[in-house]
């Protein structure tokens, strides 16, 4: 007889639960069976529960991780639902106000921008813009200046890929002053800018923006050498 995901836990180590993950909650076909995670949150709700299981918590890794490998195979659908057990995981022990939780709607947003769909990949990026804020403000945070310009650098192409240029100008803009001022090289934000310029018809701009790119790649390649 087959024994349920819970009886199978209290007989085995952590290390041995997270191994076995896979086969408990998706089944032996996790593209196929990825539906069934809605359906069995009874899995995790019963761990909840149970005494004694130490790094219990820890399963949102489980499903980070599956989150990651379904969008890098480009399955969208699988890595929204597995994603959203990682966040659901992630709020239940640490809430939605918690650093975690930035970065789960950092997986979402760059999900959902690879699957094309910009308004939601753009709302997944603000929340996470938005969390980090706060938390900033309420206790400076050792990645907030790294964490900041990524996200601003993901919202500013989601604009270059909706056509909202000027948008994406501002920031890029803004981003090229900030990396000029720390002394790195400013390849690809000059790069972005000669896209924009491009789109917009201002070919001379873009011209001036491309070569001077073009020059810090060079300058990249003769230090490498």
Known sequence: MERSAVEVIKSKTINAIINDLPVLVFGTSPAEDIEQVRADRWYLNEAFRLPGLVGIENHWLFFQSMAVMYQLEGQFEEALQAGAFYAELVEHYFGAEDELYIYCQQLFGEIHFE???????EEAFEGALQLLHRLNTASPLEDAEFLLATFEWKVALLYLKQGRYQEAEGLFTVQLEQIKATGENPYSELANLAIVYRE?????????????????LDGLASDGL
């Open 115 to 121: 699957q094309g769909n910009y308004p939601k990949a």
């Open 200 to 216: 917009q018809g201002r070919h001379l701009e873009a011209e001036a923006a491309a070569l001077e790119s073009f020059s810090h």
